[in-house]
T-cell receptor
């Protein structure tokens, strides 16, 4: 079945460090890919998305590129801030007409000043 | 503000008690769903609905019931709570359709503890 695998956390970085959170997927059909962010005590918010190969999603300084050849959608940010501390979820929606999102296990990110 | 509203935010139940988690959205979304979030397991789909009167099971439906009598509301019922149902529950909604894809809107969650 469809699945998403994220790098295990927690991840702790210093402010202004470079961030990569790895995400790989297995899916039938041609999935759309997403990153969601969950700040403490809140629900999930859509951070960015990509719907076809080589698309780059970007938002708030975060980027991720849909790599069909490696079935990956790694999240990157060049210079993280304390306010980026949150849990990040990679997710996929598999194929035409599919409504359900399949989530990875989440990666907790802590940024120290 | 438009969005998904979940109530209550916190709940403690005793084993065997029943309760209903409420979810309401005011965006006229056809699709609504319930997820549970457990440490190290991400979000797992419990039940979902593509419109009033239509519901279906997700990945972990056992112990939960749903109904969808209106477009706006999608309550989740626990008939006989068990400690294994201790979790954080999220309701999410979306427009149907593939293109363009609108993304899910999530509620702020209900933290449930069963003792």
């Amino acid at each position: 079945g469809d699945s998403v695998t994220q790098m295990e956390g927690p991840v702790t970085l210093s402010e202004e460090a470079f961030l990569t959170i790895n995400c790989t997927y297995t899916a039938t059909g041609y999935p759309s890919l997403f990153w969601y962010v969950q700040y403490p005590g809140e629900g999930l918010q859509l951070l960015l998305k990509a719907t076809k190969a080589d698309d780059k999603g970007s938002n708030k300084g975060f980027e991720a590129t849909y790599r069909k050849e490696t079935t990956s959608f790694h999240l990157e940010k060049g210079s993280v801030q304390v306010s980026d501390s949150a849990v990040y979820f990679c997710a996929l929606r598999a194929g035409q007409g599919a409504q359900k999102l399949v989530f990875g296990q989440g990666t907790r990110l802590t940024i120290n000043p | 503000n438009a969005g998904v509203t979940q109530t209550p935010k916190f709940q403690v139940l005793k084993t065997g008690q029943s309760m209903t988690l409420q979810c309401a959205q005011d965006m006229n979304h056809e699709y609504m769903s319930w997820y549970r979030q457990d440490p190290g397991m991400g979000l797992r789909l419990i039940h979902y609905s593509v419109g009033a009167g239509i519901t279906d099971q997700g990945e972990v439906p056992n112990g939960y019931n749903v109904s969808r009598s209106t477009t706006e509301d999608f309550p989740l019922r626990l008939l006989s709570a068990a400690p294994s149902q201790t979790s954080v529950y999220f309701c999410a909604s979306s427009y149907l359709g593939v293109s363009p894809y609108y993304g899910y809107t999530f509620g702020s969650g209900t933290r449930l503890t069963v003792v």
